[in-house]
Structures are given as structure tokens and as C-alpha cells.
């Protein structure tokens, strides 16, 4: 009963204690990476239903889910193809309020924002036809000028 400890039990305990903490770091940390998947997947889903909403020709409705999930979720990897899908709906040739210059902001944005994003290639390539579009207009006013000019 007088015995004096050897201290070995101290050791226990402190051993004891630090797995347990070891053990709930761990779990603090799987459940971030969780949340940050559960989040990229919302986003995801998203743009995917934007991407749907633009193939069925509702482009306002394509347009505000990739603005609605850049907006929420703006850190998220998904953002380059939310831009991209942007850039496509203000440039696409069915949409009644087909808009070059905000297509071309959208392509230019990405390449700012995202780099090295796999749409990357593809929206110098969009920014390219798009100011060649816009350089055609041009064009085509100074002739329709010219020739009112001439009639004159």
C-alpha cells in the first residue's frame, strides 16, 4: 500500500492521451476533405444542369445556374467550366440575346482566373473567332458607310 509508483503508469496515460488526440485530428481533417467534396459536387451538379438547360434552349436559365454556382461556391475547382459554359451561352448562335462582347469577357476571365484549366486552349481559341467576328462587323459598317456615301 506505501509502495511508490514507478511512474510507468504515466507514461501510459500520456501515450493514451496522445492517440486520442492523434485519432480526432484525423477526423477533424477526413471530415474537411468530405465537406470540400460534398461542395464540389454541388457545384458540379450545377454546371451540369446548366450544361443541360443550354442543350434543351434555355439560355437565361443555363446562364443563371453557372452564375448561381460560381456565386456560391466561388473557391470551388469548378469555376473554369462555369465560365466556359458562360462564354458558350452568350456566344451561342440560337440565343435571342447572343452577346459577343460579354462571351468574350467570360473566355477572357478564365484564362485569368484558371490558367491552367483544360477549357484553357479552347477559350483563346472562342476569344479569337469572337474578336474576328467583331472585327467583320466593323468592317462591314465602314462598307455599308461607303456606300450610302457613294450614293449620295
Partial sequence: MGRKQSGQGKYF??????????????CVSFRGTLDEKII???ALSMVRDGVQ????GDYEAAADENI??????PNVPVGDEALFNMGLIH?????PRIDFRKARSFFERLLRDYPDSRFAE?????????????KSKEVD????????????
Avoid at 13 to 26: E, G, T
Avoid at 53 to 56: A, D, M, R, T
Fill in 13 to 26: 496515460y500520456i501515450c493514451a492521451a496522445c492517440l486520442i488526440f492523434a485519432v480526432l485530428c484525423s
Fill in 40 to 42: 464540389k459536387d454541388k
Fill in 53 to 56: 438547360l443550354l442543350e434543351q
Fill in 68 to 73: 448561381r454556382a460560381l456565386k456560391m461556391y
Fill in 91 to 95: 456566344a451561342h448562335y440560337k440565343n
Fill in 122 to 134: 479552347q477559350s483563346r481559341i472562342w476569344i479569337n473567332v469572337l474578336l474576328a467576328i467583331e
Fill in 141 to 152: 459598317i465602314r462598307i455599308q458607310e461607303m456606300k450610302r456615301d457613294l450614293m449620295r
